[in-house]
């Protein structure tokens, strides 16, 4: 009991040291937003060819497994292929050389998504810069895509980025290795073909609202709170007013409205899906996801990336926008913080199962 005692009192330091930590941090990003919006977000394109990733990886192995005399005569072969490589290319680029037959693209993005699908802008600019050069003849955009949705405005934004790279009539790959639920699998939706690990988690194609009502708290504390609206519908559900059945039922409207225009969505872009067995907000693992048509194929991105290689010149493009001073400072500290409460709660949590 003492030791509980005195856990519980360590627990409120460490929550009190953590509210105080998002404070300063809530202000420092407050700080970089303003300095954005002043200095503007200038970014750049980070560009790295996967080919050679990968072809560097398979050849260390190779090396190590080599006795000196074969890892010297590898690397001279190596070298001496290399070597002529670029003498043909070089000989390609002379004036009345032969042009070279194109060679096909797949241009790798990635998004990561939170509740607000904060990626959207990222993903926005290097869709745009892709667009700028990829033909839809020979060339594919993959999406590793991750995210467990979030905001319903927020993921329509990010899925009609995508909806750009379809709708040029260029091959739309997504591949998901951990989860695209919800709004991650209304950006999935979009893709031409979506491969996924076998324990993906797709699906949840459903809406949900929820929200806390202190109105009660507020009345038994002689508190008034007053909603004054100028329209009939401008708010049906209040945090602290008191909320009516008519309220709830238009809101409960307007969320299953919401819930039609996504499986409308879904329906139109993969219209093999039973949209009706499949739109109950439930949840498949990828090899069930396969069963109902949620996916096209069992495979990591790494598979399919490494398999591309052979046919393409597999590309990885993201936009990454300058970060100031204390944005770092605040990411480092958002970083530091929750890998402390990250500590705790464990602790906690291995001290009540012992």
Same mark, same amino acid.
């Given at each position: 009991?003492?030791?509980?005692? #005195?856990?519980?009192?360590?627990?409120?330091?460490?929550?009190?040291?953590?509210?105080?930590? =998002?404070?300063?941090?809530? %202000?420092?990003?407050?700080?970089?937003?303003?300095?954005? &919006?002043?200095?503007? @977000?200038?970014?750049?394109?980070?560009?790295?060819?996967?080919?050679?990733?990968?072809?560097?990886?398979?050849?260390?192995?190779?090396?190590?497994?080599?006795?000196?005399?074969?890892?010297?005569?590898?690397?001279?072969?190596?070298?001496?292929?290399?070597?002529?490589?670029?003498?043909?290319?070089?000989?390609?680029?002379?004036?009345?050389?032969?042009?070279? #037959?194109?060679?096909?693209? %797949?241009?790798?993005?990635?998004?990561?998504?939170?509740?607000?699908?904060?990626?959207?802008?990222?993903?926005?600019?290097?869709?745009?810069?892709?667009?700028?050069?990829?033909?839809?003849?020979?060339?594919?955009?993959?999406?590793?895509?991750? @995210?467990?949705?979030?905001?319903?405005?927020?993921?329509?934004?990010?899925?009609?980025?995508?909806?750009?790279?379809?709708?040029?009539?260029?091959?739309?790959?997504?591949?998901?290795?951990?989860?695209? !639920?919800?709004?991650?699998?209304?950006?999935?939706?979009?893709?031409?073909? =979506?491969?996924?690990?076998?324990?993906?988690?797709?699906?949840?194609?459903?809406?949900? !609202?929820?929200?806390?009502?202190?109105?009660?708290?507020?009345?038994?504390?002689?508190?008034?709170?007053?909603?004054?609206?100028?329209? &009939?519908?401008?708010?049906?559900?209040?945090?602290?007013?008191?909320?009516?059945?008519?309220?709830?039922?238009?809101?409960? &409207?307007?969320?299953?409205?919401?819930?039609?225009?996504?499986?409308?969505?879904?329906? #139109?872009?993969?219209?093999?899906?039973?949209?009706?067995?499949? !739109?109950?907000?439930?949840?498949?693992?990828?090899?069930?996801?396969?069963? %109902?048509?949620?996916?096209?194929? =069992?495979?990591?991105?790494?598979?399919?990336?490494?398999?591309?290689?052979?046919?393409?010149?597999?590309?990885?493009?993201?936009?990454?926008?300058?970060?100031?001073?204390?944005?770092?400072?605040?990411?480092?500290? @958002?970083?530091?913080?929750?890998?402390?409460?990250?500590?705790?709660?464990?602790?906690?949590?291995?001290?009540?199962?012992?």
């Amino acid at each position: 009991m003492e030791f509980l005692t #005195e856990y519980g009192l360590f627990l409120a330091k460490v929550v009190t040291f953590a509210v105080a930590v =998002i404070v300063v941090v809530a %202000v420092i990003v407050a700080s970089a937003q303003k300095d954005r &919006e002043d200095h503007g @977000s200038d970014g750049e394109l980070k560009i790295r060819k996967l080919n050679e990733k990968y072809t560097k990886l398979r050849e260390a192995i190779q090396a190590r497994l080599m006795s000196g005399s074969e890892r010297k005569a590898f690397a001279k072969a190596r070298k001496k292929e290399e070597k002529a490589r670029k003498k043909a290319e070089k000989a390609q680029h002379k004036d009345g050389a032969e042009a070279r #037959e194109p060679t096909a693209r %797949v241009f790798v993005l990635d998004f990561d998504g939170d509740i607000k699908a904060s990626d959207t802008d990222p993903l926005r600019r290097t869709i745009t810069a892709v667009l700028s050069v990829a033909d839809a003849e020979r060339d594919e955009v993959v999406i590793r895509l991750e @995210s467990g949705g979030g905001l319903v405005h927020s993921y329509g934004l990010a899925a009609a980025q995508l909806d750009r790279v379809r709708s040029k009539g260029i091959k739309l790959t997504a591949c998901v290795d951990k989860v695209a !639920a919800s709004g991650g699998y209304m950006m999935a939706c979009v893709a031409d073909r =979506i491969v996924a690990s076998p324990f993906a988690i797709l699906g949840s194609i459903g809406v949900v !609202a929820q929200l806390p009502n202190f109105h009660r708290l507020l009345k038994k504390n002689d508190v008034d709170f007053e909603v004054l609206t100028a329209g &009939e519908h401008k708010r049906t559900m209040t945090v602290f007013g008191e909320n009516t059945d008519k309220g709830r039922q238009k809101f409960l &409207e307007d969320l299953e409205d919401t819930h039609v225009l996504f499986k409308e969505y879904v329906s #139109e872009r993969r219209p093999s899906v039973d949209i009706g067995a499949v !739109a109950n907000g439930d949840i498949w693992f990828g090899k069930r996801a396969l069963d %109902v048509n949620l996916i096209d194929e =069992i495979k990591t991105s790494d598979e399919y990336l490494i398999e591309a290689c052979d046919r393409a010149d597999v590309v990885s493009v993201a936009y990454q926008r300058k970060r100031s001073l204390p944005e770092k400072l605040g990411l480092a500290t @958002s970083a530091a913080l929750e890998h402390t409460v990250w500590r705790v709660l464990s602790a906690f949590r291995n001290q009540n199962i012992h």
